[in-house]
């Protein structure tokens, strides 16, 4: 069920602010039914300029990068994790330029953000840590972590799987994992741990997000308008027990973060497997 909001966020795609968006939207693919939206908070009422791109979680508070259009320091967000949202504080992002840093993922530790080909990483007091470098893409926009890689991609369709040493300063080698994305705005990944899958968002304007299995072959995609059709990052987050949540940032007017109840879906694999219980 969609909040009564919906037509709110309808006329404000119309006035939208800036966006870091694909040149090159590409074709979407089909879209399934609807995932049921759970959360949501207003990014420039909690300190955006209108410019929020990317999103992280720490297991307690969410980090949104935003690129400040009135001039200085580009800015992170932190804002807590659970309704209603309140802004914690604002720290810099150490020297970024032009969008700066894009989508976030959280190792535990660390809080990684994608900037050009640098990888920057803060501590749990938002002070940054290290680097590290790649040659996959530039600029790389969307950041995942499955536990034992990265994952990111920018405004082609490929995803790349990238091996860092955890040495800072160091350059990571890459792959490419998958190009089960079928448009070319590719901008969050968020690894599910619970369902094994990887979730793509996309700022191509065709609201359109997917879900990705462990071997990097499409499971399924989603139609997120009139929400969020130009979608920056993504994480995933606790919203309660025993129910899977993907948050995910959109830029419009006012950019904001929308949580949506998601499950994997009983396709192919997954079918066998269950019928090999009975």
């Not at 320091?73 to 209603?84: D, F």
């Not at 894009?102 to 535990?108: L, P, T, V, Y």
């Not at 809080?111 to 990888?119: I, K, L, P, Q």
């Not at 904001?256 to 109840?261: H, L």
Request: with cysteine; glycine share 12%.
């Amino acid at each position: 069920m969609r909040f009564m909001f919906v037509l709110i966020c309808i006329a404000g795609v119309a006035l939208a602010s800036d966006t870091d968006i694909s040149p090159n939207p590409g074709t979407p693919g089909a879209a399934d039914a609807d995932l049921t939206q759970l959360d949501y908070f207003d990014c420039d009422a909690l300190g955006g300029s209108g410019r929020s791109v990317g999103v992280g979680f720490d297991g307690t508070n969410f980090w949104v990068t935003d690129a400040v259009n009135t001039g200085g320091p580009l800015k992170i967000l932190i804002i807590t994790g659970t309704a209603p949202h309140t802004q914690v504080t604002i720290v810099d992002q150490n020297g970024t330029s032009g969008w700066g840093l894009r989508d976030m993922c959280w190792d535990g530790t660390y809080m990684y953000a994608s900037e050009s080909t640098v990888v920057q990483y803060y501590d749990a007091s938002y002070a940054r840590a290290g680097t590290y470098t790649h040659s996959a893409v530039s600029p790389n926009r969307a950041q995942g972590y499955d536990g034992t890689y990265f994952y990111t991609g920018s405004f082609a369709n490929t995803i790349f799987q990238v091996t860092w040493d955890g040495v800072s300063g160091s350059s990571a080698s890459s792959t490419t994992w998958s190009t089960a994305v079928a448009n070319g705005g590719l901008y969050g990944l968020a690894w599910d741990a619970g369902g094994n899958c990887m979730w793509a968002s996309t700022a191509s304007s065709d609201g359109m997000l997917y879900q990705i299995d462990a071997a990097g072959v499409l499971i399924t995609s989603y139609d997120l308008t009139p929400e969020s059709p130009t979608s920056g990052g993504c994480t995933m987050a606790d919203y309660t027990v025993d129910i899977d949540q993907l948050w995910v940032l959109a830029q419009g007017s006012p950019d904001g973060v929308y949580c949506w109840e998601t499950a994997v879906s009983l396709e192919r694999d997954t079918w066998g497997s269950i019928k090999t219980v009975f």
